[in-house]
Structure formats: C-alpha cells, structure tokens
C-alpha cells in the first residue's frame, strides 16, 4: 500500500516536466495511471507552485510544491505534521502544450473531451539519448493539455473538470498548525517507556 501512494505521488508529480505557460491558474481533478492502477487527485495550480489533494488511503494526504522555493511540502494531516523535501524540476507538471524537449509533433486526429474540442498529437521527446513517445491531446478552445500518454501504454494521466481561474494563496502555505515530521520523531525519542 505505501509503495503504491509513494508511486502515486511520484506519477502525479513526476509526469509534469513541461515549463508552465505563463499566468496560468487551474483547477482539475487528475487521474493517474500506472500499470493498470488509477490514482485520482485533485490540483489546484498557479505558475511556481502547486497543490496535490490526494483522494486515496495513505499517510500523505497533500503535496504542496513550491517552485518558487525549491521545496516540496507533504502533510500529514492526521498527525498535523509535515516533511519537506527538496523540490526537482522532473516534479514539474506537464500542463503546456508543448513537451520539455519536443522533437516531433503529428496531428493524428480530432476528439472532444469532457466538453472540449481537443487535437490528439503524437509527441516524441528527447533527454540525453533517450527518446519517448506520447499521445497527446490538447484542448483548443483553451490550450490546455486534457490528456497525456506514453504510446507504450505504461502511464496515462488524464485531466478532467478544468477550470481556469484564480487559486487562492491559501492554498500553497503551510498550514498555521501543523510542524515539521521531525519534531514529531524527536518527541518519541525523549519519551521514557
């Protein structure tokens, strides 16, 4: 179980390397799928930071992640407490039309999705020696990326109830009570049995 909400929030932030458009504020439900197991989130994005509500069992239960300053937040929230982590650019999510390192785009075909007119693009990229290839589809009417899939099948992360418009500050602090994971572990350690 804790490898699979570990590798969740690996997918769910990991499959977002492309550089964010400028001023784009979002909110979606993201859906998540990795060999065949789907993991839903919600998000809530404005340029520099980001915040994942995630909606499956598991210790974490938000990741806020602050670009701006190199951090990556996760509560805790039934213990009221959090760990930072350093932030890394492969945490970026892919919410532009254009992929980190394109080397190929071929319009494939039209659809709608989830109301929207999307173009579906094959996409390969590369980083270093290695090439990818994903299926892509965008969204004309707002240029946002609904769905995203390696053409291998092995992941596929999907956006659905995409609203552009304002998020709140609120939404990327740490919350006023919670501390830090390692005051928690200090506590136990000065605990006598």
Do not use: C
Not at 33 to 48: A, L, N, P
Not at 139 to 144: R, Y
């Amino acid at each position: 179980m804790r490898l699979w909400i570990v590798t969740g929030l690996i997918a769910g932030i990991w499959v977002g390397q492309g550089q964010p458009a400028a001023a784009l504020e979002f909110t979606a439900d993201q859906f998540t799928k990795i060999d065949g197991r789907t993991h839903k989130s919600s998000i809530y994005y404005r340029d520099q930071m980001w915040r994942i509500e995630h909606h499956s069992m598991g210790p974490v239960n938000v990741s806020i992640v602050r670009k701006d300053k190199q951090v990556v937040w996760l509560l805790l929230s039934r213990m009221k407490h959090f760990k930072e982590v350093p932030y890394d650019p492969d945490q970026d999510l892919r919410v532009t039309e254009k992929l980190e390192g394109e080397i190929s785009r071929q319009e494939i075909g039209t659809e709608v999705r989830e109301g929207h007119p999307t173009v579906l693009y094959e996409v390969s990229t590369k980083h270093g020696e290695r090439i990818e290839n994903y299926y892509q589809w965008v969204a004309t009417d707002i240029h946002f990326p609904m769905k995203l899939a390696k053409k291998d099948g092995s992941w596929i992360v999907e956006y659905q109830h995409v609203k552009l418009r304002s998020v709140s500050d609120y939404l990327f602090n740490l919350p006023l009570n919670f501390h830090p994971l390692e005051e928690f572990h200090k506590d136990l350690s000065n605990q006598t049995p």
